[in-house]
Structure formats: C-alpha cells, structure tokens
C-alpha cells in the first residue's frame, strides 16, 4: 500500500484519474507548504511510499527546502529512498523546477528527465524537436551527474484517453465510461507495451 498526493494547482491529474488521493483543503501557499509537511512526516514516520505530484508552479517544497536545508537528508536518514520524476516537454522553460529545486539543494539520488515526446510537433523526429533542450547544459550538468533520461512515446490516442477519464489499462481494455474504439484501443496497447519498455529499468522506483 501506498500514498498519493496532488498539490498541483492547475491540473489535478492524480485526483481525476486515481481514488483515495489526498489533497489539500485550499491553494494558500502557506497552508499547501504545512500540508506538505505533515504529509511528509505522516509518511517518513510509517515508513510508507508516498507519491507526490507537485505540478510545475509548486512552491511548497521549495519553500521547505529554503526553511530545512537538510530536508532531504532527514528524509533518507529517516530509511526512504527519495525519487524525483522531472517532466520536460521541448523548451528549455521546462527545465524551471528542476533548477529551482536544485538550487536549494535538492539532489536526490533517484533522478529522471522524462522528456514527453507527445508534446513536440507531429512528424518531427524527437531529437529534432528537443534538440534546443538536449544541448542545454543543465542537461548535460545532469546526466554528467547520474541523472537518467527516459523517453515517453508519443500517445496518438492521447485527447481520447484525457476526455474518458479512463486509466489506460481501461481505455486498453475497453473498459472507459465512454466507448473507444478499437483502432484507439489498439493504440493505447502500443503505447503501453513501449512505455514498459521504455521505463523497464526503473520499474523499482515506483509501487
């Protein structure tokens, strides 16, 4: 069993598509920030997994991070493993979190860049469409670092999946509110089975 959280703001993915994700009751910054910290504690206290989406404007942990420098050493201290998922689409912009947290000191052991290929333009390879964000040398400052780069394919059926409200294995499946058709059906079993390729090494890193 673990923990889910969403303190994003501006798009609650986790809370549309899974149950029992815990968030908190307003969006004032110092309210988000002490919610933070006792989801935080709740689960280094336990000993439970927790998965956190923080969203892209997040300043909560930021904020911590100012406040407790040794933040993320207490924590693996404490017994947990700390793994950070960056999403990066192919403008150097999106990179603004990563060096945000890093600049207060932030490195987990566990890092990733997930570059989403879904959000480059149509018909253009990935390496050309991110090739501004691949030679940044906060990329390069990272992977030299240890950090990972991971791929996530282009999901033609995207919108489909998005306005059922469906989990993939359901949109898969047929199993959405609304139907899906079977070539976008076929689509999502493809994406699917290039993301567990993809991803396959770091399976670990997530319950």
């Known amino acids: 069993p673990f923990l889910m959280a969403d303190i994003d703001p501006t798009n609650a993915s986790f809370s549309s598509y899974f149950p029992d994700v815990s968030r908190p009751d307003g969006y004032d910054p110092v309210e988000v920030r002490s919610w933070l910290q006792r989801f935080i504690g709740y689960a280094v206290e336990n000993k439970t997994t927790a998965v956190i989406d923080l969203g892209g404007g997040d300043t909560s942990l930021r904020s ?8 993320l050493a207490d924590v693996e201290a404490s017994g947990l493993a ?11 912009d999106d990179l603004a979190p990563l060096l945000t947290l890093a600049s207060h000191g932030f490195h987990p052991k566990a890092k990733a860049l997930i570059f989403n290929e879904g959000v480059g333009d149509a018909g253009v390879s990935r390496q050309q469409a991110f090739s501004e964000i691949l030679v940044h040398p906060v990329v390069h400052k ?4 240890g950090t990972i780069i991971l791929w996530m394919p282009r999901l033609f059926a995207a919108a489909v999946v998005e306005n059922s409200r469906a989990g993939f294995g359901q949109a898969r499946d047929g199993e959405a509110s609304r139907p899906i058709n079977m070539f976008d059906r076929a689509r999502v079993k493809g994406w699917l089975a290039s993301m567990s390729q993809r991803f396959s090494g770091v399976a670990s890193w997530m319950p």
């Not at 911590?64 to 933040?71: F, T, Y």
């Open 64 to 71: 911590l991070l100012a406040e407790m420098p040794s933040l």
């Open 82 to 92: 700390v793994v950070t998922y960056y999403m990066c689409g192919p403008q150097p």
């Open 142 to 145: 990272e992977t030299e670092n």
